[in-house]
């Protein structure tokens, strides 16, 4: 992958011919279907916009690939796509295999198709009868919580407590208890999503850590991701939920790329602090379906506010730590150092730093 190019003729011109022609070919066709997409060089990729990003084409030492940039397109294309290495929004192919127009031609068609409807889409609002019922704790979980309460106050510390202003963590509704004995407490109760939904309702800080920590992904909905991102108030609550709990739920994905539209300094945290948690503790994702995070990390760099660019260099360096990821993440790192935006050069400058020293 040659990172340094700046336009598409320069991206394949440097690669040897065995690869450039297959991919010069891949080019044509897209062209031929979006004759008014821009061509760009996106994050090290040759891609194409309309609408949004459309598609992208990109060689490896390995195998070429093209990314629809999307990880539910591929999902109608299934038989025709037997024989090629795929994931969500990824099909590798030798240049001695190369992708049919054909299909080529569908996919772009469909990328157009997704793009023109997101633009269009208006955003539903939900109505009082459309709202999930939330079901009453019992009263046995209501005392299970008074009683985890009570020994969160035995447990309770003032050194601990005045610590906590040391590092950035609001205390005014905290206990004061070490996170290794929240820990230790955690385990000695179990996983009880009930538990923990009460425990969190609670406001106490370490009433809401334990939460996290005794709370089942699986069970966890969306609607309970947004309301208890809604209550961040510090990095502290905000990373752990996001480290032990939210990156391991099936909504987690999704939720990165609506919180990062938001204007709350936590809940844009919350979604850059997901991402950089995702992408450090799940092994199933290929690293290619990260890239089409990046456009959301380039957006957000030019946020001053602390602990947004602080998330936003934490998910560009964790992206920049998986294997097949670090050129492109080195590549945005270094576009972001030379920006006009403050904050921008800051993270560019914070990532370029971390993704080339020697470990």
Same mark, same amino acid.
């Given at each position: 992958?040659?990172?340094?190019?700046?336009?598409?003729?320069?991206?394949?011109?440097?690669?040897?011919?065995?690869? !450039?022609?297959?991919?010069?070919?891949? !080019?044509?066709?897209?062209?031929?279907?979006?004759?008014?997409?821009?061509?760009?060089?996106?994050?090290?990729?040759?891609?194409?916009?309309?609408?949004?990003?459309?598609?992208?084409?990109?060689?490896?030492?390995?195998?070429?690939?093209?990314?629809?940039?999307?990880?539910?397109?591929?999902?109608?294309?299934?038989?025709?796509?037997?024989?090629?290495?795929? +994931?969500?929004?990824?099909?590798?192919?030798?240049?001695?295999?190369?992708?049919?127009? +054909?299909?080529?031609?569908?996919?772009?068609?469909?990328?157009?198709?997704?793009? @023109?409807?997101?633009?269009?889409?208006?955003?539903?609002?939900?109505?009082?009868?459309?709202?999930? !019922?939330?079901? @009453?704790? +019992?009263?046995?979980?209501?005392?299970?919580?008074?009683?985890?309460?009570?020994?969160?106050?035995?447990?309770?510390?003032?050194?601990?407590?005045?610590?906590?202003?040391?590092?950035?963590?609001?205390?005014? /509704?905290?206990?004061?208890?070490?996170?290794?004995?929240?820990?230790?407490?955690?385990?000695?109760?179990?996983?009880?999503?009930?538990?923990?939904?009460?425990?969190?309702?609670?406001?106490?800080?370490?009433?809401?850590?334990?939460?996290?920590?005794?709370?089942?992904?699986?069970?966890?909905?969306?609607?309970?991701?947004?309301?208890?991102?809604?209550?961040?108030?510090?990095?502290?609550?905000?990373?752990?939920?996001?480290?032990?709990?939210?990156?391991?739920?099936?909504?987690?994905?999704?939720?990165?790329?609506?919180? @990062?539209? +938001?204007?709350?300094?936590?809940?844009? !945290?919350?979604?850059?602090?997901?991402?950089?948690?995702?992408?450090?503790?799940?092994?199933?994702?290929?690293?290619?379906?990260?890239?089409?995070?990046?456009?959301?990390?380039?957006?957000?760099?030019?946020?001053?506010? /602390?602990?947004?660019?602080?998330?936003?260099?934490?998910?560009?360096?964790?992206?920049?730590?998986?294997?097949?990821?670090?050129?492109?993440?080195?590549?945005?790192?270094?576009?972001?150092?030379?920006?006009?935006?403050?904050?921008?050069?800051?993270?560019?400058?914070? @990532?370029?730093?971390?993704?080339?020293?020697?470990?």
């Amino acid at each position: 992958m040659p990172p340094k190019a700046k336009t598409i003729d320069a991206y394949l011109a440097a690669l040897d011919d065995r690869q !450039r022609r297959p991919l010069e070919k891949l !080019r044509k066709t897209i062209k031929t279907i979006a004759p008014d997409a821009e061509e760009c060089i996106s994050y090290g990729l040759a891609a194409f916009r309309q609408n949004g990003m459309l598609v992208a084409l990109g060689a490896t030492p390995n195998h070429l690939a093209f990314y629809v940039m999307d990880g539910s397109t591929l999902k109608d294309f299934e038989s025709e796509l037997k024989g090629y290495d795929t +994931s969500k929004g990824t099909i590798r192919f030798q240049p001695e295999k190369p992708l049919p127009a +054909s299909l080529v031609r569908k996919l772009v068609k469909k990328r157009l198709a997704e793009n @023109a409807a997101l633009k269009g889409k208006g955003k539903k609002l939900a109505t009082k009868s459309s709202r999930p !019922r939330t079901k @009453a704790p +019992s009263k046995s979980v209501n005392a299970d919580v008074d009683a985890v309460v009570a020994k969160l106050k035995r447990l309770a510390s003032n050194k601990v407590r005045d610590g906590m202003l040391r590092y950035g963590i609001p205390n005014d /509704n905290a206990f004061g208890i070490a996170v290794g004995t929240l820990h230790k407490l955690a385990k000695d109760i179990g996983k009880n999503h009930e538990l923990a939904a009460e425990l969190w309702k609670t406001g106490w800080f370490e009433a809401r850590m334990l939460a996290t920590f005794i709370d089942e992904p699986d069970r966890v909905t969306p609607a309970q991701m947004d309301r208890w991102c809604r209550d961040f108030d510090s990095w502290a609550i905000c990373d752990t939920v996001c480290f032990h709990l939210f990156d391991r739920s099936p909504h987690a994905y999704a939720k990165v790329e609506q919180w @990062a539209k +938001s204007n709350r300094e936590f809940v844009k !945290r919350g979604a850059f602090a997901l991402l950089a948690c995702l992408s450090l503790h799940d092994k199933k994702t290929d690293d290619e379906e990260f890239l089409r995070y990046l456009p959301l990390i380039e957006k957000a760099a030019p946020d001053d506010r /602390n602990f947004v660019k602080k998330g936003v260099s934490w998910a560009l360096r964790g992206i920049g730590r998986r294997q097949t990821l670090r050129e492109a993440a080195i590549y945005l790192a270094e576009r972001l150092a030379a920006a006009p935006e403050p904050a921008a050069r800051w993270i560019g400058k914070d @990532a370029v730093r971390d993704l080339t020293r020697k470990r």
